[in-house]
């Protein structure tokens, strides 16, 4: 069984670097794996699945479907870029939304941001955005406006995360033993904090492992799960 997972790749027209080095991925490295998990923070923003046929987005969809048309199955979890990613983006590319937190092989799962809990700021706007309420008024609005709130939150979103400071952005070391606690489980695979690397803790006695996924504004990179072992790979 040969796994991967990457997250906080952030796609977008303005980031072509990262966009060839996601399709030579998919292409080289991905090809023949069993599965792919993108845990987040896959697009820098998504505004809704009725802009599937933007033509960025159509080739980002047209190299996942090349790829699960292999036989590799795609699970997509969403990120604080992409949460509003849903069924039609899913059946386009032939991906299973995956819930945040999930489980699978018992290894945890998670974005990541949840486990941010000294920033009080950021749990406060990531309980609105992802209401019912909130997304039900945001994609009522048109495309063009969507994409024009958007910008407008990513620019905001850059002031206030300069005038953090680092650790408030990490993770909370208890919010991390508490889900490997809660779940069970003695690995756990997120991305959100842009800190890739392996931690080794000890939970209620164990021994326990997170690693955390490399984000592809500089090297990139994804973890590699055969039988079991984990590797963090780097370009």
Known sequence: MRALFISDLHLSEERPEANERFFQFLEDDAAGAQALYVLGDLFEYWIGDD??????NAVIVGFFRRLTATG???YFMHGNRDFLVGEAFAS?????LLADPSVVDGTLLMHGDTLCTDDLEYQAWRLTARSADWQREFLAQPLAERRETVHGLREKSKAVIQ???AEIMDVNDAAVAEALRRHGVTRLVHGHTHRPGRHRLQVDGQHC???VLPDWYGRGGYLELVDGRARLVRW
Do not use: Q, V
């Open 51 to 56: 802009d599937l046929e933007e033509p960025f």
């Open 72 to 74: 590799t199955r795609l």
């Open 92 to 96: 386009a590319t032939g991906a299973t």
């Open 163 to 165: 005038a953090k400071t």
């Open 209 to 211: 492992e997170r690693w």
